[in-house]
């Protein structure tokens, strides 16, 4: 195992290539776990450095591809020109439930496909008559949110008083989600823009959107899942764990989520909080505003799903707490089988992340499950509470790396090597063209899902499928055949 020493040295080499401007820049976004009491303080959600390439999206990326766009039974309307829609279109595979084109809109693209004279002359007649088109083309939509794009923002156009005009219309919400790609350095701002307009559109206004079922009654075992996208179908064996453990999910904001769970949620005991970084805005709203609690938990190998389960059912009764050790004991014998299955074909492998949200730190875990090691890891677009938690998960001599740039994400991993490197779609071939086992850790390269216990063994597998693929042997470049 290299020394911290060591690990900086490499820092300070790749760091070389950069002219002396750049290069001062970006050592404040590298470093090493020095040891077991340090936090990862590296600099993050700063502006990337211009002209070294940044894998970050755009605030639209995180306001329509991530919070809003999985609430299933809306239409999310991207307002712009029709890339921005089209790239972001369907690319997180936020499974869910219905009938698409019907009562289900999750997996279609909805675009006011700006022009050259909408520029000129401003889009908002174009916008009041594409949610008229809406209405009738999809009458059983529960309303519609409208993400703008960066030319919605350079020429000023008002979406909140289309929003407001159009809800009185059709009597149902539309919600404007001003989130131009231009906004901040990353697309975490576009998380807290959606965040704030739950917040300032929706609660508001959530007695007369409420839907309540036929013979509700509150009970003291409520909880939302808040910041789980059902990713691969992840909510689905979270949610279930959770109901095992005896208590009721109301509503799953957004992975397979409904406009009317969005509103329910102030009637939870708890928030549980999976993605951190996308959803915190709105739990300490709703801790301030209704008194609700809220916690972060990690349903990613079973030595976190165990320590998760505990710290919820703490929340609650005797009752609770006996049936979550129920479940963690129900599930010991399973997992004990899998990690003995794949442990010994992984044992020892080391692992290189780079990946958003909360996943450089909440995967680490299940990676150490199965004796595997993870010797880097970073994010696009964490802040300065994302590393310090992620100091809690790492070990000492771990590379620590913030929005790391693909020239310095290849020079690390040519240097350490890793046995895999977990990373996202744009940095999949690169790694892949260099003999290195590759899994797409944003969604899960087509598989999953990857949480609570059903999904640890399709991860387990995954890994071992990745890893132990006997083509990494054949690849060559032509020339040295």
Known sequence: MATVEERKE???????????????????????????????GVKSNKKSVPGVMTTRGCAYAGAKGVVWGPVKDMVHLSHGPVGCGYYSWSGRRNYYVGTTGVDTFGTMQFTSDFQERDIVFGGDKKLDKVINELEELFPL????????????????????????????????PVVPVRCEGFRGVSQSLGHHIANDTVRDWVLPKADEYRKLPNGFEPSPYDVNIVGDYNIGGDAWPSRKLLEDAGLRVISQFSGDGSFNEVVMAPLAKLNLIHCYRSMNYICRFMEEKYGIGWLEYNFFGPTEIAKSLRKIAEQFDETIQAKAEAVIAENEARMESIIAKYRPRLEGKTVMMMVGGLRPRHVIPAFKDLGMKVIGTGYEFGHADD??????????????????????FEAFAKEL?????????????????????????????YSGPYHGYDGFEVFARDMDLAINNPTWGLINAPWKA
Request: glycine share 8%; net charge negative.
């Open 10 to 40: 490499l820092i300070g080499e790749v760091l070389e290539a950069y002219p002396a401007k750049a290069k001062k820049l970006r050592s404040k976004h590298l470093d090493v776990k020095a040891d077991a009491a340090a936090d990862c």
């Open 387 to 408: 590393y310090k938690r992620t100091a809690n998960y790492v070990e000492e001599g771990t590379l620590i790396y913030d929005d790391v740039s693909g020239y310095e």
């Open 141 to 172: 939509s529960q309303g519609t949110t409208i993400e703008s794009e960066c030319p919605v923002g350079l020429i000023g156009d008002d979406i909140e008083a289309v929003a407001r005009r159009k809800a009185k219309e059709t009597g149902k």
């Open 417 to 445: 090597n890793p046995d895999l490197i977990a990373a996202g779609i744009k940095e999949k071939y690169v790694f892949q063209k260099m003999a290195l086992p590759f899994r797409q850790m944003h969604s899960w390269d």
